[in-house]
């Protein structure tokens, strides 16, 4: 009698179970009769080794995630108990072997940000690859060590490049090189490359909008020549730089690094002194500014004006980085930059903590405290890293001064207690509206 109602109850569930693998089969058929740029749109959303499990969803999909316009290829595409570098190259490798083995299609995008040990050998075979597919955007980003491979001649072939971002390579330009027609976004990070052919590199590129250079080497000048840039970040060593073609530049971030001893200038023509004026003097759209201590500096090999004859009318940020209350020429040079600054809004310092106390930095702040100039329209005020110095206090007191509009100023004290915002309080200061936030490290 049991058995009489088990079977029937079996074959039910059988039933059912067919059913939902029946149901199941219909919606993978579905996806994998949709267009393939559907498909492809789809794929690329997900992370590679997620892309590439659906392989085991039928025979049909076993090599579509190796024919995706798309990859990244970082650490997610590693397993995370593989610690050796050389053995995560060769994970990368099986991907990049599949790849190449089965990819049919175009390739738009391809991005290496994996910690391991390349074999240059095979990264020189696959950037080759990639030139033969189209490739849109070439991004290789850091490696666990630099060896300073060569970069192939192909990647100067790449017609349709928009976005470049190399890292750890020399970069030769062939003297077939006519130029990139496509180039939006130049990034070189850790590239040995000499001034001249930088040079060439940035003039030849009609529709850049991006550049940033970060601890370049071989450098001795950096001249940019490009009418359509708009946005510069240099993080580097260098000894000379000319930005005055550059006219629809908007943002500019310079921090300069020491130069190697015992390097010369390269190039005769910018033997001469740089200063704030030759800089700066023409770039009159510049709406954020960031510039390290370091740079202010050598902005101020000669003698600093009061003010830009051309004022900066456009800049509504500023940021002064790794400022040293010691340095006279840092500190005559930012004065002169936030009194060429008539709109700015956003002042953001961060200091670089010293003890000394320069008589003649005390004199010239002191001097602005006694000047007839005001802020006109700044309205927020960071200042990170001080330790209290008197310097300091100046310092503070001038931009409380001359700041009527002034809603916020946020202090952030590096050693010991942070200053009590009643203190502030009785500071005498241009604007009633100033809301202050203290805070310690």
């Not at 299609?105 to 189209?134: H, T, V």
């Not at 530049?249 to 390097?263: E, F, H, Q, W, Y």
């Not at 002194?273 to 370091?294: A, D, H």
Request: charged share 25%; proline share 4%; aromatic share 8%.
């Amino acid at each position: 009698m049991l058995n009489l109602i088990e079977e029937p109850i079996k074959k039910t569930m059988k039933k059912h179970e067919n059913l939902a693998e029946m149901e199941k089969q219909i919606k993978i058929d579905r996806i994998s009769n949709l267009p393939w740029d559907v498909l492809d749109t789809i794929l690329v959303r997900l992370p590679l080794r997620d892309a590439a499990r659906t392989s085991i969803l039928s025979s049909k999909w076993r090599y579509k995630w190796t024919n995706l316009s798309q990859f990244i290829l970082d650490d997610k595409c590693i397993h995370n108990f593989i610690s050796d570098k050389a053995s995560r190259w060769i994970e990368i490798r099986k991907i990049i072997d599949q790849v190449q083995s089965n990819h049919s299609g175009p390739i738009e995008k391809f991005k290496l940000a994996a910690y391991c040990c390349p074999n240059y050998s095979d990264l020189d075979q696959w950037i080759r690859f990639l030139i033969e597919k189209g490739i849109k955007e070439l991004i290789i980003q850091e490696f666990s060590v630099i060896k300073h491979f060569k970069l192939p001649d192909s990647v100067f072939c790449g017609p349709k490049l928009s976005h470049l971002e190399l890292y750890g390579c020399i970069l030769r330009l062939p003297s077939s090189f006519k130029g990139f027609d496509c180039l939006k976004i130049l990034q070189l990070s850790h590239v040995l490359i000499i001034s001249d052919a930088l040079e060439h590199l940035i003039r030849n590129c009609p529709v850049l909008e991006k550049l940033t250079l970060l601890n370049l080497q071989n450098l001795a000048y950096i001249r940019i020549y490009n009418p359509n840039l708009k946005y510069v970040k240099i993080d580097s060593a260098f000894e000379d730089i000319c930005l005055e073609h550059s006219l629809l530049l908007a943002s500019v971030d310079i921090r300069m690094l020491p130069k190697n001893r015992g390097t010369t200038l390269q190039h005769p023509e910018q033997g001469k002194v740089c200063t704030l004026i030759r800089v700066f003097g023409s770039l009159r759209g510049i709406n954020r500014l960031s510039l390290s201590n370091q740079f202010l500096e050598f902005l101020a090999n000669k003698d600093v004006p009061e003010r830009l004859r051309t004022p900066f009318n456009s800049l509504l940020a500023l940021e002064l980085k790794e400022i040293r209350f010691a340095s006279l020429k840092g500190i005559a040079a930012s004065i002169s930059i936030l009194r060429s600054s008539p709109n700015l809004k956003d002042l953001l310092v961060t200091v670089d903590p010293c003890d000394e106390i320069s008589k003649p930095v005390m004199d010239l702040v002191t001097a602005q405290l006694q000047s007839d100039f005001y802020f006109d329209q700044l309205k927020v005020v960071k200042i990170r890293g001080i330790i209290g110095t008197r310097i300091e206090w100046e310092f503070l007191r001038l931009i409380l001064a001359h700041s009527p509009v002034l809603e916020s100023m946020t202090i952030v004290k590096f050693r010991g207690e942070r200053i009590s915002e009643s203190f502030l309080q009785e500071v005498e200061r241009a604007s009633n509206h100033v809301k202050f936030i203290s805070l310690a490290l």
